[in-house]
T-cell receptor, first 116, second 115 residues
Framework: ETGVTQTPRHLVMGMTNKKSLKCEQHLGHNAMYWYKQSAKKPLELMFVYNFKEQTENNSVPSRFSPECPNSSHLFLHLHTLQPEDSALYLC???????????????FGEGSRLTVL | AQKITQTQPGMFVQEKEAVTLDCTYDTSDQSYGLFWYKQPSSGEMIFLIYQGSYDEQNATEGRYSLNFQKARKSANLVISASQLGDSAMYFCAMREHWSNYQLIWGAGTKLIIKP
């Protein structure tokens, strides 16, 4: 079992659907992240949670709504998405060092999202 | 301007040869960290190696080493004795001192190892 598990691995949704991506980590980390990976573009940080508190929101459209009920689980709720939102969504976690995340991220395998 | 530049979109290397993946960076910070990650076709990003800006020696982790040239602002990844399982995308990333969470990522290099 990998340390960070993402479900579903693949998701196809219409522009009017509501769906959620789930991430679970078993590493005891306190920081969790959502990244977006589009073809031929660098990874884009979307959200960061530190001890369940959102600490970063990189100007992400409101059609993406994160939820972190505890330090082991992270969700990304999706509604009224656009075709350009099709991408691989990666969840990651990291330990803290003196209260600050280390740069070493542990990633899940991603959720491949296609918006029709 | 891009802060992390990986100039090689793709590379083919013969198995068992060494390979160098280029990464240059741009920062005005004195304190920063540089990272390399591997992404196989499964999608999972795997941390490989880390170099701190104040580290005097080049980082090494098994077959991976980081050729850190601070004056040239380059942090190339060297993989010795390449294996077929090394075929993947490789990403260079940087964290500047002021940033708690933000890693700045390069566009990646696709490495294919030929048998």
């Amino acid at each position: 079992e990998t340390g960070v598990t993402q479900t579903p691995r693949h998701l196809v949704m219409g522009m009017t659907n509501k769906k959620s991506l789930k991430c679970e980590q078993h590493l005891g980390h306190n920081a969790m992240y959502w990244y977006k990976q589009s073809a031929k573009k660098p990874l884009e940080l979307m959200f960061v949670y530190n001890f369940k508190e959102q600490t970063e929101n990189n100007s992400v459209p409101s059609r993406f709504s994160p939820e972190c009920p505890n330090s082991s689980h992270l969700f990304l709720h999706l509604h009224t998405l656009q075709p350009e939102d099709s991408a691989l969504y990666l969840c990651a976690s990291s330990p803290l060092e003196t209260g600050r995340p280390t740069g070493e991220l542990f990633f899940g395998e991603g959720s491949r999202l296609t918006v029709l | 301007a891009q802060k992390i530049t990986q100039t090689q979109p793709g590379m083919f290397v013969q198995e068992k040869e060494a390979v160098t993946l280029d990464c240059t960076y741009d920062t005005s910070d004195q304190s920063y960290g540089l990272f390399w990650y591997k992404q196989p076709s499964s999608g999972e990003m795997i941390f490989l190696i880390y170099q701190g800006s104040y580290d005097e020696q080049n980082a090494t982790e098994g077959r991976y080493s980081l050729n850190f040239q601070k004056a040239r602002k380059s942090a190339n990844l060297v993989i010795s004795a390449s294996q077929l399982g090394d075929s993947a995308m490789y990403f260079c990333a940087m964290r500047e001192h002021w940033s708690n969470y933000q890693l700045i990522w390069g566009a990646g290099t696709k490495l294919i190892i030929k048998p």
